[in-house]
């Protein structure tokens, strides 16, 4: 299946992007969660939620990420967008989203989109404690109490247990390539990238 990716890059606000190339960008209303939600035909006003899927050819589904991770899933006749950070990842959103699509496509690969580093990303104590033990290679001691901790591996092992078998990176972290795309952890800001994937 063809399918189209869009990432908005400095100094454009990802927030304020409503279409790409004429067509409609939907997004819902982030709030670290695991909810997955469909956007069909029917105009509808944004959700609660941290996933999309789309069957729909007529326009994109986008998340908005300064540091959190964008998982794009492919699948056939359908995509996904997923908006993860370690919250939602806690709470499972990225094997949610496959599982869901799984229920009428089989997803057959995803892409990790720009999002920190594990060398960039610094956790307390309290955080990976939170974490079961699967996720345990995820975290690397930092001294202090501290942890880096690897949030695209924590998808992947998410993705694997899902039954994703192909899972490529695009290798771009959102604080080592600052320059490009807004990372809230480097600059304090409001300011959104925009990743967007459509059916062509």
């Keep these: 299946m063809d399918f189209e990716i869009f990432i908005s890059e400095k100094p454009q606000d990802g927030r304020e992007i409503t279409e790409i190339k004429g067509l409609p960008v939907f997004k819902p209303i982030q709030v670290h969660g695991s909810s997955v939600y469909f956007v069909g035909r029917g105009r ?3 959700p609660h939620a941290d996933a999309l899927v789309t069957d729909n050819k007529g326009l994109w589904i986008g998340v908005l990420t300064a540091d959190c ?20 990842t806690l709470k499972g959103v990225t094997f949610n989203a496959v599982n869901y699509m799984s229920r009428f496509t089989r997803v ?27 996720y345990e290679r995820c975290f690397i001691p930092a001294g202090e109490g501290k942890f880096l901790f690897d949030l695209k591996e924590a998808n992947r092992i998410q993705l694997k247990a899902a039954g ?15 320059d490009r795309f807004y990372s809230y952890r480097k600059e304090k800001t409001d300011k959104r990238t925009l990743s967007a994937i459509r059916i062509l």
């Design 44 to 46: 509808k006003k944004p």
């Design 108 to 134: 057959r690969r995803a892409i990790l989109g720009v999002g920190i580093c594990k060398a960039c990303y610094e956790v307390g104590k309290d955080v990976k404690v939170k974490f079961p033990k699967e």
């Design 69 to 88: 991770l964008p998982v794009f899933l492919i699948g056939e006749g359908a995509v996904g967008i997923v908006h993860a950070g370690w919250r939602g």
């Design 164 to 178: 994703v078998e192909v899972i490529a990176d695009m290798g771009l972290c959102s604080v080592c390539n600052n």
